[in-house]
C-alpha cells in the first residue's frame, strides 16, 4: 500500500509492505500506526550541508585573507634614515598637502594633528595610503620606500609621536590581528572569482538544506506515523499567538530591512563602505519568519488529508 498526504504535507509519499496479501484487503485497524521511513534522512541532509558548509568557509577564508608582505631588511633600514626628508617630500608633492594641510590642520582631508588613533595603532595611516578610505583614494604609483617614508612623517609630525618607525615588519605582524576596520572591509566573505569546487559545494548545500528544511517539517506536521483519513485541526490561543508574534516580526524585520538600505545608499553616496552584513542579516530574518508563519499555518489552521492508493509495481517509489 502507498500512503501520501495532501492538505498539510508536501505530497510526501510512504511505502507499506503487503506482506503477501493482496493489494486493497486491509482492515482499517490494519493502516493505524504506520511509522513513516523518510524521518531520519532530513538529518543526514543537514548533517552532510554542515561538513559542506565548514569545507566551503575554509576555501573562502584562504583566498580572502590578505596577502602577506615581504620584509625586507635592507627597506627597513633606510626607513629610518629617509623619513624625515623624503616623507616630507612626498607629502607636498603626493599631493597630501593639499587635501590635509600643511600643518596637518585638515580642510577637504582629515585632520592629521594631533591624532590619537593613528598614534595607536600606526598600520593604520599604511592601510589608508595604500588603499585608500572613503574620499581618500589610494597611491598605488608610489614606492615603497615612499609609502613608508610619508606615512613616518605624518606618524612623526603634527604633534604625533610613534615609539618605533613604521616598518614592513609591523605591517606584516598586524595583518595577523583582524581589527574592526578589516572585519568591515571584509563583510562581504565571498571571493572575487568563485571557483568552479566552490560553486558545486554551495550548490549542493542549498540543495541539502532545503530537502532538510523541508522534511524537517514535514514529519513536524504530519508525525512520524501516518493515518489515512481527513484530519481537522484546531488552533490553540499559543498557536495563534505565535503566529501573531512571527508575523510582527517579519514586519519589523522588513522595516529594518527598508531602513539599512536607506542608510546604506546614503553610504555609497559618501563612498563609505555600506554594512552589507545587516541587509543580509534582515532579509535572512524576513525569510525565516515567513516560513515558520507558513509552517505554524500549515501544522495549526490548516486542514489535511492522508490518501490510500494501491501499489501496482516492485519498487518503493
Known amino acids: 500500500m502507498l500512503y501520501s498526504t495532501v492538505g498539510g504535507g508536501f505530497g510526501r509519499v510512504l511505502c507499506w509492505a503487503a506482506s503477501g496479501r493482496p493489494s486493497g484487503h486491509f ?7 504506520v511509522e513513516r521511513n523518510d524521518a531520519v534522512m532530513p538529518w543526514v541532509a543537514i548533517v552532510c550541508a554542515a561538513i559542506m558548509w565548514i569545507i566551503l568557509l575554509f576555501l573562502f577564508n584562504k583566498e580572502t585573507a590578505p ?12 626607513i629610518s634614515q629617509e623619513w624625515p626628508t623624503l616623507g616630507k617630500q612626498v607629502y607636498t608633492t603626493a599631493g597630501c598637502i593639499g587635501c590635509h594641510g600643511a600643518e596637518g590642520q585638515g580642510g577637504a582631508g582629515a585632520k592629521l594633528a594631533g591624532d590619537e588613533k593613528i598614534v595607536k595603532d600606526p598600520v593604520y595611516v599604511h ?14 604609483q608610489l614606492k615603497e620606500e615612499e609609502i613608508y617614508a610619508v606615512a613616518n612623517y605624518v606618524l612623526h609630525s603634527f604633534g604625533n609621536n610613534v615609539e618605533e618607525p613604521l616598518t614592513p615588519a609591523m605591517v606584516a605582524a598586524a595583518q595577523t590581528k583582524v581589527d574592526p576596520a ?3 572591509n571584509r563583510s562581504r566573505f565571498v571571493p572575487e572569482d568563485i571557483k568552479l569546487p566552490e560553486i558545486f559545494l554551495a550548490t549542493f548545500i542549498m540543495v541539502l538544506l532545503t ?3 523541508i522534511g524537517l517539517y514535514s514529519v513536524w506536521t504530519e508525525g512520524v506515523e501516518l493515518h489515512p483519513g481527513i484530519h481537522k485541526v484546531r488552533s490553540t490561543p499559543v498557536a495563534t499567538l505565535a503566529m501573531v508574534v512571527t508575523l510582527g516580526l517579519s514586519l ?15 553610504a555609497w553616496a559618501n563612498k563609505e563602505m555600506p554594512n552589507v552584513a545587516m541587509e543580509g542579516f534582515y532579509a535572512a530574518m524576513i525569510l525565516l519568519t ?7 499555518y500549515k501544522k495549526f489552521f ?11 509495481g516492485e519498487f518503493p517509489w
Open 27 to 33: 482492515k482499517r485497524e490494519e493502516l493505524r500506526n
Open 67 to 78: 596577502e602577506p608582505v615581504a620584509v625586507d631588511p635592507a627597506v627597513a633600514a633606510r
Open 127 to 140: 592601510t589608508i595610503i595604500t588603499k585608500g578610505k572613503g574620499q581618500m583614494p589610494a597611491f598605488p
Open 182 to 184: 578589516v572585519l568591515k
Open 211 to 213: 530537502y532538510g528544511l
Open 252 to 266: 519589523l524585520f522588513s522595516v529594518l530591512f527598508v531602513r539599512q538600505m536607506v542608510a546604506d545608499y546614503a
Open 290 to 296: 515567513l516560513a515558520v508563519a507558513v509552517g505554524l
Open 302 to 312: 490548516m486542514d489535511g488529508e492522508v490518501l490510500v492508493e494501491d501499489a501496482s
